[in-house]
């Protein structure tokens, strides 16, 4: 038996140098596709449906980023809804730790989000030509010169 090198090549356009699996043809490495097995759970697996294996995603219709920041901000007051009732019941915040991770997540995403929405809509360019604008204007009237 001949061990034989992967015939990929890489994205900088030398050859891939790694051992290819057994068995591929044409002589391949797991990075470049050789794996010797699917990376998903096989079918038939019922824990496939627990775990995400093979799960079916649903796509809306209306995918906008408005869309996607009603539904996040929607989540974000559940989850605020969650946490101020499990700490009212008295959890301690260790017990409340994973929740409140999740909250810090959702709303860092929301923040990009919106901010991504603004700079989409060119509100961020009028917003910053606007403070350049008056900052202009306020060194013209100091400096007694037009700028």
Not at 39 to 55: Q, S, T, Y
């Amino acid at each position: 038996m001949t061990s034989r090198r992967c015939t990929a090549t890489c994205l900088n356009g030398t050859p891939c140098r790694a051992w290819a699996v057994h068995g591929t043809d044409p002589p391949r490495c797991s990075a470049h596709r050789g794996a010797s097995g699917a990376m998903e759970a096989p079918v038939g697996n019922e824990k496939a449906l627990k775990h995400g294996g093979r799960a079916e995603v649903e796509v809306t219709e209306d995918c906008s980023i408005d869309v996607v920041i009603e539904r996040l901000y929607q989540r974000q007051v559940q989850l605020d809804a969650y946490i101020t009732e499990r700490w009212e019941s008295g959890v301690s915040v260790g017990e409340l730790a994973h929740v409140l991770r999740l909250h810090g997540q959702n709303a860092s995403r929301l923040g990009r989000l919106l901010r991504d929405r603004r700079a989409l809509s060119g509100e961020a360019a009028d917003g910053i030509s606007g403070a350049v604008a008056q900052a202009l204007d306020e060194l013209s009237s100091e400096l007694g010169t037009q700028l």
